[in-house]
């Protein structure tokens, strides 16, 4: 069973920055999903932020963090980072991390990822 664990949520003010962890386990690697990075705020629908393919690299971002957010997987490790900056209150949400297996087109799109992790709160406030 694959598992992720989030880690490094908190609060910070406009134009801080955070960084986001996620580690896959459950003795499955990188090298087969592709982790994506989606985010809810109370009264929205879940969005895709960023999503990435370790085994060649590639990776997509919502439009809005764009510039702002940056993310990258440790292979060795088994981990995924997302560095948000210039964080702005809208992207105040529960971020939760997710797998699916590497071999599928890369998307933002939450309803295909089989795998999640249980979430890290980020608030962005004055």
């Known amino acids: 069973q694959v598992q992720l664990v989030e880690s490094g949520g908190g609060s910070v003010q406009p134009g801080g920055s955070l960084r986001l962890t996620c580690v896959l386990s459950g003795g499955f690697s990188l090298d087969y999903y592709a982790i994506g990075w989606f985010r809810q705020a109370p009264g929205t629908e879940r969005e895709g932020v960023a999503v990435?393919?370790?085994?060649?690299?590639?990776?997509n971002y919502l439009y809005s963090v764009e510039g702002r957010f940056t993310i990258s997987a440790d292979r060795a490790e088994n981990t995924v980072h997302l560095d948000m900056n210039n964080l702005k209150p809208e992207d105040t949400a529960v971020y939760r991390c997710a797998a699916r297996w590497a071999g599928y087109q890369l998307t933002l799109a939450p309803k295909v990822y089989d795998y999640w992790g249980g979430g890290a709160r980020v608030t962005v406030s004055s």
């Open positions: 990435i393919r370790s085994r060649d690299g590639s990776s």
